[in-house]
């Protein structure tokens, strides 16, 4: 797709944001299946079923998807369509690949550590692109400040939401 084709694709949607803010808003799901037996959830993906299980720091076998690793994974495919986006749009090519690491403290996971220093989730995250492209340092600047702006999963991640918990009786 060229950038042409993007802005074809893309200008109806723009106009109809514009002029009608509230048609923007989407709500999106995931929905989860839970194991009667064992210690899993199966997610459907729209493309795929993907059982979900404890990562083997937890206890797990390593045969089932971590959540943990869902998250990078999630932040590295919004991170690659948010660039291929912007490059297609600033018309800069641009291939290679992006990596996203993760540093966790199993301690809080799993209620071992009392005082608080293992907090249950990620204590940092890294989005690595190794990217390879004859655009100049500047474009390259422009194009990863952009991708780190629009890229959704990045700004929730940064930003923060408000996350609810509810259940049905």
């Known amino acids: 797709m060229d950038r042409a084709e993007l802005q074809t694709i893309q200008r109806p949607l723009k106009e109809r944001y514009r002029s009608e803010p509230a048609s923007a808003l989407v709500t999106l799901t995931a929905t989860g299946e839970l194991d009667e037996q064992a210690i899993s959830c199966?997610?459907?993906?729209?493309r795929a079923l993907v059982e979900a299980g404890l990562h083997p720091a937890t206890g797990g076998s390593g045969a089932l998807a971590c959540s943990g690793d869902m998250l990078l994974q999630a932040l590295v495919a919004c991170a690659g369509v948010t660039l291929?986006?912007?490059a297609t749009s600033l018309e800069i090519a641009v291939s290679g690949t992006v990596r996203a690491e993760g540093d966790l403290d199993?301690?809080?996971t799993l209620g071992?550590?009392?005082?608080g220093d293992a907090p249950v989730g990620f204590r940092a995250i890294r989005l690595i692109f190794d990217l390879d492209s004859y655009a100049s340092e500047e474009q390259l600047e422009k194009l990863l400040a952009l991708t780190e702006r629009y890229c959704v999963v990045y700004q929730?991640?940064?930003s923060g939401v408000a996350v609810s918990i509810d259940h049905s009786p």
């Open 42 to 46: 199966s997610v459907a993906t729209g």
């Open 84 to 86: 291929r986006s912007v």
């Open 106 to 108: 199993f301690r809080g």
């Open 112 to 115: 071992v550590d009392k005082t």
């Open 156 to 158: 929730t991640l940064t």
